[in-house]
Nanobody, 126 residues
Framework: QVQLVESGGGLVQAGGSLRLSCAASGLTFSSHAMGWFRQAPGKEREFVVAMSWNTGTTPYADSVRGRFTISRDNAKNTVYLQMNSLKPEDTAVYYC???????????????????WGQGTQVTVSS
């Protein structure tokens, strides 16, 4: 049974930082692409960043490029999202997702991820 468990969310002031973690189990982590998505109240889920497992490609949403960084530790079966210079518009529930698909052209497509975590709330106050 695959499980993805996010942690690290919370309340932070604008300009602050948070690091989200997503611990995976029940899958061969090193051969899964990992992605982060977010959903703000009243809005659709949107792509944030992802990392291919075989190409090293890491596409970012324009809204977070230069502020957020994805990384993974295959030894710990964990993917991280370092979020710096946070803005109130970054407030959302953040989800990690996993897929065994190879390549990178599809990484922004939420529907192509097989597994999802339960989400962690990030709130940025102004």
């Amino acid at each position: 049974q695959v499980q993805l468990v996010e942690s690290g969310g919370g309340l932070v002031q604008a300009g602050g930082s948070l690091r989200l973690s997503c611990a995976a189990s029940g899958l061969t982590f090193s051969s899964h692409a990992m992605g982060w998505f977010r959903q703000a109240p009243g809005k659709e889920r949107e792509f944030v960043v992802a990392m291919s497992w075989n190409t090293g490609t890491t596409p970012y949403a324009d809204s977070v490029r230069g502020r957020f960084t994805i990384s993974r530790d295959n030894a710990k079966n964990t993917v991280y999202l370092q979020m710096n210079s946070l803005k109130p518009e970054d407030t959302a529930v953040y989800y990690c997702a996993a897929s065994p698909r190879s390549g990178s052209s599809w990484l922004r497509s939420a529907v192509l991820y097989a597994y999802w975590g339960q989400g962690t709330q990030v709130t940025v106050s102004s």
